[in-house]
């Protein structure tokens, strides 16, 4: 499809376990940034690209979250030795850069974490 | 200090009547930008309107509005004739600084979830 692709869209690992969370933006669009929801809360900005550069990761939690974007396009998220707190919806979003006034952002479906 | 207030957890309406959520925000930044986000059970966070601070309108999508009001710092969006399917949760952000290309990082509220009522 045109829009937001995030995959897995759910995924349970185990207390320890490295995961590895995808995001295909939308083609064309230089801006892409991850976002951490937990459960009854609103997003919390984890960091954010520029095509291949990330210009801002000042939300990653811990060393444990990384997140690349090598070619400007795809991106993943990686979280090393998981643990409970990290159980959530990763929220990827890309935006065309200073196109549209509003800088809208464009989200995927998340991918729901649950660490047991 | 939390910069974005939605002080409504949960909200009911009768469909195809109007409902009014609220937002109130916090910044010291004379440019920013405020957004409305619908996000249904599915998970997807769906773009309903935009404000930039200098905007002397109010904006207004289709059935979305957002009633800013500046010097009260509050950016309430307004639903009008509800339907079935705008039950979801809303989320108010805030996008600090004027430049949209920036692409500045956006803060959130909690959120209100939305009954409509058949």
């Known amino acids: 499809g045109a829009g937001v692709s995030q995959s897995p869209r759910y995924k349970v690992a185990k207390r320890g376990q490295d995961v590895a969370l995808r995001c295909d933006p939308i083609?064309?669009?230089?801006?892409l940034f991850w976002y951490q929801q937990a459960l009854g809360q609103g997003p919390e900005f984890l960091t954010y690209?520029?095509?291949?550069?990330?210009?801002?990761k000042s939300g990653l939690p811990s060393d444990r979250f990384f997140a690349e974007r090598p070619e400007g396009s795809v991106s993943t998220l990686k979280i090393q030795r998981t643990q409970q707190e990290d159980s959530a919806v990763y929220l990827c979003?890309?935006?065309?850069?200073?196109?549209?006034?509003?800088?809208?952002?464009?989200f995927g479906e998340g991918s729901r974490l649950t660490v047991l | 200090a939390q910069k974005i207030t939605q002080t409504q957890p949960g909200m009911f309406v009768q469909e195809k009547e109007a409902v009014t959520l609220d937002c109130t925000y916090d910044?010291?930044?004379?440019?920013?930008?405020l957004f409305w986000y619908k996000q249904p059970s599915s998970g997807e966070m769906i773009f309903l309107i935009y404000?930039?601070?200098?905007d002397e309108q109010n904006a207004t999508e289709g059935r979305y509005s957002l009633n800013f009001q500046k010097a009260r710092k509050s950016a309430n969006l307004v639903i009008s004739a509800s339907q079935l399917g705008d039950s979801a949760m809303y989320f108010c952000?805030?996008?600090?600084?004027?430049?949209?290309?920036?692409?500045?990082?956006?803060?959130w509220g909690l959120g209100t979830s939305l009954a409509v009522n058949p």
């Open positions: 979003a890309s935006s065309s850069y200073g196109g549209a006034r509003t800088g809208e952002l464009f």
């Open positions: 083609s064309g669009h230089v801006s």
């Open positions: 690209f520029q095509n291949e550069a990330q210009l801002d």
């Open positions: 910044t010291s930044d004379q440019s920013y930008g």
């Open positions: 404000q930039g601070s200098y």
């Open positions: 952000a805030m996008r600090e600084g004027r430049n949209a290309g920036n692409n500045r990082k956006l803060i």
